[in-house]
């Protein structure tokens, strides 16, 4: 069973930081890629980030400069790194992966950023 849960999540002013962290279970995690998704309220869930297994990474545009996803194997865990916060940058944020053609997910953490 995959298993997928994020943490980090909070308040924080504009301008601010947090790092997110997703720590996975039930998959031997270094060979998959793995993204990082948000949704905000009203809105459809929309990809920001993925880094493959072997460490390439991908952001959305409207993150790109300001957000930085990285990964741990030893312990199983990707994070992303988000600076330079924007009000529009409010979501649950959720990882995910793709595991012998099905997608996971977690239950996501919550991204607040206040004006």
């Known amino acids: 069973q995959v298993y997928l849960k994020e943490s980090g999540g909070g308040l924080v002013q504009t301008g601010g930081s947090l790092r997110l962290r997703c720590t996975a279970s039930?998959?031997?995690?270094?060979?998959?890629?793995m993204h990082w998704h948000r949704q905000a309220p009203g809105k459809q869930r929309e990809p920001v980030a993925s880094?493959?297994?072997?460490?390439?990474?991908n952001y959305t545009d409207v993150v790109a400069g300001r957000f930085t996803i990285s990964r741990d194997n030893a312990w199983n865990t990707v994070f992303l790194q988000m600076d330079s916060l924007k009000p529009e940058d409010t979501a649950v944020y959720y990882c995910?992966?793709?595991?012998?053609?099905?997608?996971?997910w977690g239950r996501g953490t919550q991204v607040t950023v206040s004006s």
């Open positions: 995910n992966t793709k595991f012998r053609g099905s997608y996971f």
């Open positions: 039930g998959i031997n995690f270094k060979i998959y890629a």
């Open positions: 880094i493959s297994s072997g460490g390439s990474t």
